[in-house]
């Protein structure tokens, strides 16, 4: 986002330049992420009929993905999610709608450092930290290690190698799927584990889990500019989320199938260090909070700035100063809290539910006030939406906070 991500006006549409096979790409690659490693985790909490909340989740997403489209058909001008926020409730949706997305974003920056920390305690469970009196355990040695590691790309201005970098998620993310299925294979683990049909109790926080698996709904108005030729973006959308969910799909039900209700928060979590396939999906998984930390926090740190005078926002040293800030601040949450499944939980039951299922209905209903209800199929399917992502939301904020606190 600019500096001046809240005084820029609706832009004069522009043609973008990708190619339909760089559009599924870059859509695959906003959808496939971290949500692959809590997946089969989410299966274990809902059991194996939750599998239907999990497509009727994928269906609703690619939906309301459509729906930004359309909103961006309405208006030549809007460029990005902010816009069609502005577009649909004016500058205070644009706020609200920034703060939600850079909320989701920290929150996810938090994960990566506690996703980092809890994989380098499974390659080294006996490590620590010891300073005098002070003493840091495994996974908060890690933490701060990790910390450490990051924090010359917080130093960065122009990210663009860590973004090529970054980029390289599908392949990551197949590559762990792909270790994985060798370990149950070839490692004498199996595929064994008949797991639960339905675990009612722990439904609402698989479902959160499930709604982060598609949380790239900020990222689409920006691959609908970028495309050549935009009437091609249906097919474009359509792709990305077949191939996303059925890697997911791969993903829950071979983690399951090898570990049951056992399996780990993290499916790392649960390999055997001992075998090839198992550090081969290990030592990929500790590459992502690496390249893509900056990423996520760079955006915060220029919406920060954004709100500052003429007379500072602009000075390196501020804008250093905000990043080392940022880092600082994520470190201490990941280091007093390292609950990776409760955090992505309550990532996916408020902000992702906003972003990707609530937000894109009442934009598109403003946006397109004028029509007559008739309470059609495509009106029902919303307001259908609507009720499904409040119901989700607050029961996995509910389930979540209960689970931390119980």
């Excluded at 469970?125 to 040695?141: C, H, V, W």
Aim: charged share 10%; net charge neutral.
């Amino acid at each position: 986002m600019a500096n001046n991500e809240l005084r820029i006006p609706l832009q004069t549409p522009t043609t973008g330049s990708s190619s339909f096979l760089k559009a599924c790409f870059n859509g695959t690659n906003a959808f496939l992420g971290i949500g692959l490693l809590t997946v089969p985790y989410a299966l274990s909490s809902g059991g194996w009929l939750s599998l239907i909340l999990f497509f009727l989740i994928a269906i609703m997403t690619f939906y309301t993905g459509i729906l930004l489209k359309r909103c961006m058909e309405a208006d030549p001008s809007i460029r990005s999610y902010l816009d069609i926020a502005e577009r649909a409730f004016g500058m205070k949706g644009r706020i609200i709608v920034m703060i939600i997305m850079n909320s989701e974003l920290y929150l996810v920056a938090i994960g990566l450092l506690i996703l980092e920390g809890d994989n380098l305690h499974k390659l080294f469970p006996k490590f620590m930290i010891k300073l005098g009196e002070l003493t840091a355990d495994g996974r908060q040695s890690f933490v701060l290690i990790t910390a450490l590691v990051i924090f010359p790309s917080m130093l960065l201005t122009d990210l663009s190698i860590l973004s090529y970098v970054s980029a390289t998620g599908v392949f990551s993310c197949l590559i762990i799927l792909v270790s994985i299925f060798c370990v149950g294979l070839f490692n004498g683990v199996g595929f064994h584990e008949k797991g639960t049909l339905l675990n009612v109790k722990s439904l609402p926080t698989g479902v959160s889990l499930y709604i982060v698996c598609f949380a790239g709904h900020p990222v689409i108005p920006s691959i609908y500019t970028s495309m050549r030729n935009t009437y091609q973006f249906s097919k474009v959308l359509l792709f990305s989320f077949v191939l996303t969910t059925f890697t997911y799909l791969a993903m829950a039900m071979v983690g399951y199938l090898m570990y049951g209700d056992s399996v780990e928060s993290q499916i790392t979590l649960s390999l055997p260090t001992s075998k090839v396939c198992a550090e081969v999906a290990i030592y990929t998984t500790l590459l992502i909070p690496i390249t893509r930390y900056a990423l996520m926090v760079t955006p915060v740190a220029t919406a920060i700035e954004g709100g500052l005078s003429e007379n500072y926002k602009n000075q390196r040293t501020v804008r250093l100063l905000i990043r080392v800030g940022l880092l600082i601040s994520t470190v201490i949450v990941a280091y007093v809290f390292p609950y990776y499944e409760s955090l992505m939980a309550i990532v996916g039951s408020i902000f992702v539910v906003s972003a990707s299922f609530l937000l894109p209905c009442l934009c598109y209903l403003k946006i397109n006030s004028d029509w007559r209800w008739g309470w059609n199929c495509e009106q029902m399917g919303i307001v259908g939406i609507l009720v499904f992502g409040t119901l989700a939301g607050v029961l996995g904020t509910y389930s979540s906070v209960y689970d931390l606190v119980t």
